[in-house]
């Protein structure tokens, strides 16, 4: 038997009389379903130093257990979760079956839930979910470690494990660039959350969702900055107080997120896709500030931007904060917005020198007015399977190029649909490297539903579109301990990123190495290993390199 492989064995108590536990080891990236069965066997967990590595447990009880506790004792540092289901009601329509772990309307996990204890039903599988981390100080062996599974103070099973620490060290310094957008505007936030009555809150809620998301290895935040500034009349003259966006920027330093501040977007449109372009702006009235959306050939539109950036870019470099800041114009520009987008993109460069431009584009367009006004590429996968020579371009200009998903791709392409495989949410990262690519970008963090536990699938676009199960939130609302709670795709997203930073380690020393585990993880664009044991074999490879 290969050494890398960790024998979890199931050392069962006898426990006297009450409810009897099945349990069994689940390789993490295996949903479990209401109807699993229970398999009980080997499982593999091996870690990297300064990384973090998944174990999960399915469990099932023929009778109700009304308050199961779980408590695990290890070496290392470890967090135990629940694995809740949240309802599908309808696969991506541009999906194979094939592609889709079963077909919908069902039950898929996804959030993981920490009330412990908690009621198993009857006759329903649930999974139990253990993070282990690694510092990058762990001496590399064998730690082991048990879980415990007790009712009302009755144990009724305890189960063992072993977890490989490997020598690699993912790096200290993370390269990748990866951005959830958040709508974290206090009016809307507090749908879910009680903040009316507590205006603390809300900075003290930020703070908690940033912690989250560092640890996970998020470090651009989508810094609404039109919105953060507080505009006055001064003789007449507009003023910009930032407080607000100074105290975001290091409330969001100190959870450990930022990272790159990226700026919000200064052009808008009027309603959907499709509709006008307009310039949102804060416009000097007699005797008060208005903030109005201006048509882009209103002169007004202009002498605001000139007027804010100058501030706004003064400031930054007061602050320290020019170095690490960029600047979206305008999202998805497309069709007839190109004359208005390259005008405006040449204002705000003008205004923010040194500081790169940055937006999301789908490259299966006409993007010739896109090539010289934006530094940072962000083409959306599915659009560049023939154009990554246009990408690589880009690049030896001095550009950067990241890619992003978002309600597409669908078909055989990777994403992170809650009724994908969680291969493909792994691959992601190893899709980065693989192709020379630098940053990750989705839109929804945490754009929820009115009942985010129950409609996983909300509509947008003017109830238009049916977004794909969990395109719209990777995170799930914690009004209880004003946080967020993490889900199985946000762990196995963050293991990706660490993959991704040891692909780029192992590059450095070994590049035809590293170069072969990614083209054997991702042969082509829309192509990837989907077996998980033949995944697992190039992840001990890259351990082991």
């Not at 990777?414 to 291969?423: A, C, E, G, H, T």
Request: net charge neutral; hydrophobic share 40%; with cysteine.
């Amino acid at each position: 038997m290969r050494k890398w492989i960790v024998l979890i064995s199931l050392l069962c108590a006898a426990c006297g009389a009450g409810p009897r536990l099945s349990v069994g080891f689940v390789d993490p990236l295996i949903k479990v379903f209401p109807d699993s069965a229970i398999e009980r066997g080997a499982a593999a967990s091996v870690v990297p130093r300064n990384g973090h590595a998944s174990l999960q447990i399915a469990v099932r009880s023929m009778r109700r257990i009304a308050g199961l506790q779980v408590t695990v004792k290890s070496r290392l540092p470890a967090q135990v979760r629940h694995v809740g289901y949240v309802p599908v009601g309808s696969n991506p329509a541009g999906t194979p079956e094939d592609e889709v772990i079963r077909p919908a309307p069902a039950l898929y996990p996804d959030p993981l839930l920490e009330d412990f204890p908690f009621e198993l039903p009857a006759r329903q599988t649930t999974s139990i979910w253990i993070t282990v981390h690694a510092p990058a100080d762990t001496a590399p062996g064998q730690y082991p470690g048990e879980v415990e599974f007790a009712d009302g103070g009755r144990v009724l099973k305890r189960v063992s494990f072993q977890v490989r620490v490997m020598p690699a060290v993912v790096p200290a310094r993370q390269t990748l660039q990866v951005t959830n957008w958040f709508n974290l505007d206090a009016e809307y936030l507090a749908r879910h959350y009680p903040l009316v009555q507590h205006p603390e809150r809300y900075w003290s809620l930020l703070e908690k969702i940033g912690r989250v998301m560092a640890d996970h290895r998020q470090n651009v935040i989508l810094t609404p900055v039109f919105n953060l500034v507080r505009p006055s009349l001064e003789n007449g003259r507009l003023r910009y107080d930032f407080a607000n966006f100074d105290r975001w920027v290091e409330v969001f330093e100190k959870a450990g997120l930022i990272g790159t501040i990226e700026g919000g977007h200064l052009l808008g449109r009027a309603s959907g896709y499709q509709t006008a372009m307009v310039v949102p702006a804060y416009v000097a009235e007699p005797g008060r500030v208005e903030q109005k959306q201006l048509d882009p050939d209103d002169p007004r539109a202009e002498q605001f931007l000139h007027s804010f950036l100058g501030t706004l870019y003064a400031h930054l470099k007061e602050k320290g904060w020019a170095g690490r800041y960029i600047q979206h114009i305008h999202d998805e520009p497309h069709g007839r917005e190109a004359a208005v987008y390259t005008r405006y993109a040449q204002i705000i460069r003008r205004n923010l020198p040194g500081i790169p431009t940055i937006d999301a584009v789908g490259l299966d367009q006409d993007i010739r007015f896109f090539a010289d006004v934006c530094d940072i590429w962000v083409p959306v996968l599915g659009s560049f399977d023939q154009l990554f020579p246009v990408i690589r371009a880009h690049v030896d200009k001095g550009g950067q190029a990241w890619f992003y998903t978002c309600i597409g791709p669908q078909g055989r392409h990777l994403n992170r649909f809650i009724d994908y495989p969680l291969l493909k949410v792994r691959l992601l990262h190893w899709f980065n490297f693989r192709h020379n690519l630098t940053g990750f970008l989705h839109w929804g963090g945490n754009h929820w539903s009115p009942k985010p536990f129950l409609n996983v699938q909300p509509v947008i676009n003017d109830n238009t579109t049916l977004l794909p199960a969990g395109d719209s939130a990777i995170v799930y609302p914690d009004p209880a301990r004003n946080s967020i709670l993490s889900s199985i795709r946000l762990e196995t997203m963050r293991e990706g990123i660490e993959d991704y930073e040891l692909l780029a380690a192992l590059a450095r020393r070994n590049p035809a190495k590293a170069s072969s585990l990614a083209q054997a993880a991702i042969p082509h664009v829309s192509d990837y290993v989907r077996d998980v044991a033949v995944f697992r074999d190039l992840e001990r490879q890259l351990l082991e390199e």
